[in-house]
């Protein structure tokens, strides 16, 4: 068993480390590596990775399976859309359902996906409303953000998951692992060659897919959004999308990624920081050390509760300016005060990441 901190060891979070060193002494982990953005998470720290042998750890990938971050870089000038920030924030908010709330009716993304594989699968699917969920954002730190690049070019970039099906699908393979009515906290495997095991990996492969094609649709309404407004342009770029809540196998060992995403070599990814500070757009170089992964953010510097009680609107309102944002006491857990410095987190990993370009918001939408 071996691993590797990428973190700083001098200001990450105790209670996080702990988390981890915990999870490395359980007899089925092979290897694993801490990302600069760690904080402490369900059973398994945020931003960690860990390798395992013949088991699969469901609370290792967490509760939005597949949740991460689609990009894309469009063919229209920034300069163009400025002045429309408030209404390319009122169209998103019309047409984009947040919070709990779902569609009316089914996207066309919908007939991309499969049938949910198993029975339990399928019953989540059902209780959660997944079929009008699909094209939905969610609430917490999930968002959309219109930005621009250092060439003036406009992207778009959507942080959202698995919605509600993919966190029934992940609590109730929590109950089975852990042999409880009740999810519980802590490091319960799976067999893979057992049933349990093989259906957990079938549903988390569907979740993925589902949270990947959730992530395409509220792509495809911002694109036609900013079309309405400034007009064609010449067509989009292909879109980046990675999650970071999942697990894969690879060389025989189920890479578990929780708040990480994967970073082989010559693989894109997308790495947001705050509402403020934007998100970089990567390459990995699959290091090894990391097993081929990075951070997935800036990682929280303060939990919810603490940064609700603690944080000043007035700063947060001065922080935001010249961004079109939901900047209120509701959202004052999301401000970029709340989250470690997504510059500094960048540094930390030159060697598991290189940076190609740094998307600065206009407008950003929070769930």
Same mark, same amino acid.
Request: proline residues 4%; hydrophobic residues 35%.
């Given at each position: 068993?071996?691993?590797?901190?990428?973190?700083?060891?001098?200001?990450?979070?105790?209670?996080?480390?702990?988390?981890?060193?915990?999870?490395?002494?359980?007899?089925?982990?092979?290897?694993?590596?801490?990302?600069?953005?760690?904080?402490?998470?369900?059973?398994?720290?945020?931003?960690?990775?860990?390798?395992?042998?013949?088991?699969?750890? @469901?609370?290792? %990938?967490?509760? =939005?399976? /597949?949740?991460?971050?689609? !990009?894309?870089?469009?063919?229209?000038?920034?300069? +163009?859309?400025?002045?429309?920030?408030?209404?390319?924030?009122?169209?998103?908010?019309?047409?984009?359902?947040?919070?709990?709330?779902?569609?009316?009716?089914?996207?066309?993304?919908?007939?991309?996906?499969?049938?949910?594989?198993?029975?339990?699968?399928?019953?989540?699917?059902?209780?959660?409303?997944?079929?009008?969920?699909?094209?939905?954002?969610?609430?917490?730190?999930?968002?959309?953000?219109?930005?621009?690049?250092?060439?003036?070019?406009?992207?778009?970039?959507?942080?959202?998951?698995?919605?509600?099906?993919?966190?029934?699908?992940?609590?109730?393979?929590?109950?089975?692992?852990?042999?409880?009515?009740?999810?519980?906290?802590?490091?319960? @495997?799976?067999? %893979?060659?057992? =049933?349990? /095991?093989?259906?957990?990996? !079938?549903?988390?492969?569907?979740?993925?897919?589902? +949270?990947?094609?959730?992530?395409?649709?509220?792509?495809?309404?911002?694109?036609?959004?900013?079309?309405?407004?400034?007009?064609?342009?010449?067509?989009?770029?292909?879109?980046?999308?990675?999650?970071?809540?999942?697990?894969?196998?690879?060389?025989?060992?189920?890479?578990?990624?929780?708040?990480?995403?994967?970073?082989?070599?010559?693989?894109?990814?997308?790495?947001?920081?705050?509402?403020?500070?934007?998100?970089?757009?990567?390459?990995?170089?699959?290091?090894?050390?990391?097993?081929?992964?990075?951070?997935?953010?800036?990682?929280?510097?303060?939990?919810?509760?603490?940064?609700?009680?603690?944080?000043?609107?007035?700063?947060?309102?001065?922080?935001?300016?010249? %961004?079109?944002?939901?900047?209120?006491?509701?959202?004052?857990?999301?401000?970029?005060?709340?989250?470690?410095?997504?510059?500094?987190?960048?540094?930390?990993?030159?060697?598991?990441?290189?940076?190609?370009?740094?998307?600065?918001?206009?407008?950003?939408?929070?769930?």
């Amino acid at each position: 068993m071996s691993y590797k901190i990428f973190a700083d060891l001098t200001t990450a979070d105790p209670a996080a480390l702990s988390q981890f060193y915990e999870a490395m002494k359980q007899p089925f982990a092979v290897k694993g590596a801490v990302m600069p953005d760690v904080h402490k998470g369900y059973s398994l720290p945020i931003g960690s990775v860990v390798a395992t042998r013949g088991v699969i750890v @469901p609370s290792w %990938v967490g509760y =939005d399976i /597949g949740c991460g971050v689609g !990009a894309m870089k469009l063919g229209i000038d920034s300069r +163009a859309i400025v002045d429309l920030s408030e209404e390319i924030y009122k169209r998103i908010k019309q047409r984009v359902p947040m919070g709990t709330a779902s569609h009316s009716t089914p996207v066309r993304e919908l007939s991309k996906l499969p049938e949910p594989p198993t029975a339990l699968s399928k019953a989540q699917y059902s209780k959660r409303g997944g079929a009008n969920q699909l094209g939905t954002l969610g609430g917490g730190n999930h968002f959309i953000e219109i930005g621009e690049d250092h060439k003036h070019s406009v992207w778009v970039i959507i942080h959202s998951g698995s919605r509600g099906t993919g966190h029934g699908i992940a609590g109730e393979y929590m109950k089975l692992a852990s042999g409880s009515d009740k999810a519980k906290e802590g490091h319960y @495997p799976l067999f %893979v060659d057992c =049933d349990e /095991g093989a259906d957990y990996i !079938a549903d988390l492969n569907w979740a993925l897919n589902y +949270a990947l094609r959730n992530r395409e649709a509220m792509l495809r309404i911002v694109h036609q959004i900013l079309e309405e407004l400034v007009g064609k342009w010449a067509p989009r770029s292909r879109s980046i999308n990675r999650n970071h809540n999942h697990a894969e196998l690879k060389d025989g060992l189920w890479i578990h990624r929780k708040g990480a995403i994967h970073a082989d070599a010559g693989m894109y990814g997308v790495i947001p920081g705050n509402m403020r500070d934007g998100s970089f757009i990567v390459i990995g170089k699959g290091n090894e050390e990391a097993l081929c992964s990075s951070s997935h953010g800036a990682g929280r510097e303060l939990g919810r509760d603490q940064a609700s009680k603690t944080l000043s609107l007035e700063e947060f309102q001065y922080e935001m300016q010249g %961004v079109r944002a939901n900047v209120s006491q509701g959202t004052l857990d999301e401000s970029p005060m709340a989250y470690k410095n997504i510059f500094e987190v960048m540094e930390m990993q030159k060697d598991l990441v290189d940076v190609v370009a740094h998307i600065k918001p206009i407008v950003n939408l929070k769930g």
